[in-house]
């Protein structure tokens, strides 16, 4: 008699409880597609006001002291602004908005054959990238088939690396670690029929820079400078961070979709691992705020500080890829993560207004702190990750 109240009791907590469970679930759920929906519908007139800000033949920067700045195509940033526009239509379908897209990348396309720096990952293939695979229109493949050829000329066979920036008076081969980025470029063409080398070179790179950036606590240095006679190490040194040894926010952010991206590509455990163990120094350090933004340093010498939200959009958009390739455990902690940096960056915290912010839909993101460089300002890739994350959580979680 009691087993059977026992069990009965038992059936109907079970009964109460499933579609409560199912609800919140789904209450969830509907709570992301209306906020992923607001703000891409958001985006669609925020954006037009950015148009209107800059001029036909150059590509948004920032909006600081009430001011747009824009910047020439050769300036490493260029691609994010049409990349947003195609993540845009590719939610919305607005035809004014592809309009925009496509007269800047016919602007932009001179940029295949940019060897000033490694940046022509970032300028060309999230633009580009973007663009074909929304459109499968082959021109903008050929646009990244030759990119990556040009991109491989800074392949430094002594160091294993692909150089970022050209010599200086302190630098003599400096590798960054937001050189990660640049290799989706380079796997890609070498996936869709380009040159094999391309693979190898990117593959290559991303094992330097897994031995020698990281730290054993799994954080990265900014910039590993190297000697190209010897091939050894002469420094390891900070850029934009607060310290050498200091954890900036967005190199930690580059390296986390950076190896995240080369999972994908290659399924070598090794670049999971990797992926994984960075997730956990982020999201597990005790100056992570409560509302997943981190500071524009994890070390930064005062705190509070300035918040960084390129490096929150950017955490969010490589969380919510890696949660696809592990367990439901790790995959609920990674997407709960890129939740709440999502809602945060889609409230009045950091999302500008209609009209205001230069037409930018983030505020708050760092350039480089201690040069006083782009600080709580806009910028174009705090955009670009956060559109992705949104198409992403879409297309995965939803
Ligand atoms: N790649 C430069 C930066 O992240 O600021």
């Known amino acids: 008699m009691r087993r059977t109240f026992g069990n009965m009791t038992k059936a109907a907590l079970l009964l109460l409880l499933f579609p409560l469970y199912t609800q919140a679930q789904l209450a969830s759920k509907k709570q992301m597609q209306q906020l992923i929906d607001e703000n891409m519908r958001f985006a669609v007139k925020q954006y ?35 990349g947003s526009l195609w ?31 490694h940046d ?7 633009s580009f990238g973007t663009a074909y695979r929304i459109t499968g229109d082959k021109k903008y493949k050929d646009v990244i088939d030759t990119a990556a050829i040009y991109q491989i000329t800074r392949y430094r066979p002594a160091i294993h690396a692909i150089q970022s920036w050209n010599k200086s008076k302190n630098l003599n081969c400096p590798v960054i670690i937001d050189n990660m980025m640049n290799l989706e470029q380079l796997m890609w063409a070498a996936q869709n029929g380009g040159n094999p080398k391309f693979r190898e070179i990117a593959v290559t790179h991303a094992n330097t820079t897994l031995k020698n950036h990281y730290r054993p606590d799994h954080s990265t240095f900014h910039i590993v400078d190297y000697d190209l006679n010897t091939g050894g190490i002469i420094k390891k040194v900070n850029g ?16 986390l979709y950076g190896f995240t991206m080369m999972y994908r590509f290659t399924k070598d455990k090794i670049y999971l691992q990797q992926a994984q163990d960075i997730a956990s120094f982020l999201l597990h350090h005790p100056n992570l705020p409560a509302d997943k933004i981190p500071y524009w340093d994890y070390n930064a010498p005062k705190m509070p500080t300035s918040r960084d939200a390129s ?11 890696l949660g696809q390739y592990v367990n439901k455990k790790d995959r609920k902690e990674y997407v709960d993560a890129a939740t709440v940096m999502l809602q945060s960056l889609s409230s009045d915290a950091y999302r500008a207004k209609l009209g205001e912010n230069g037409g930018f839909l983030l505020k708050y993101s760092v350039g480089s702190f201690l040069s006083n460089s782009e600080v709580d300002v806009p910028l174009t890739y705090a955009d670009y990750y956060f559109l992705e994350a949104l198409a992403r959580y879409k297309k995965w979680y939803l």
Not at 240 to 255: F, I, P, V, Y
Not at 311 to 321: D, N, P, Q, R, Y
Request: net charge positive.
């Open 48 to 82: 037009q006001v950015l148009k209107d800000s800059t001029p036909a033949d150059k590509m948004p920067r920032t909006f600081q002291r009430g001011r747009s700045l824009s910047s020439g195509t050769d300036w490493w940033c260029s691609g994010f602004y049409p």
């Open 87 to 117: 993540y845009i239509y590719e939610y919305t379908k607005d035809a004014g908005v592809r309009a925009e897209a496509e007269r800047r990348l016919s602007i932009q396309e001179k940029e295949k054959r940019y060897t000033g720096n």
């Open 120 to 126: 022509i990952g970032f300028m060309i293939f999230c």
């Open 240 to 255: 934009q961070g607060a310290h050498d040894t200091s954890a900036w926010s967005r190199g930690q952010a580059w390296g």
């Open 311 to 321: 490096a929150g959009a950017i955490m969010a958009s490589a969380l919510l890829e």
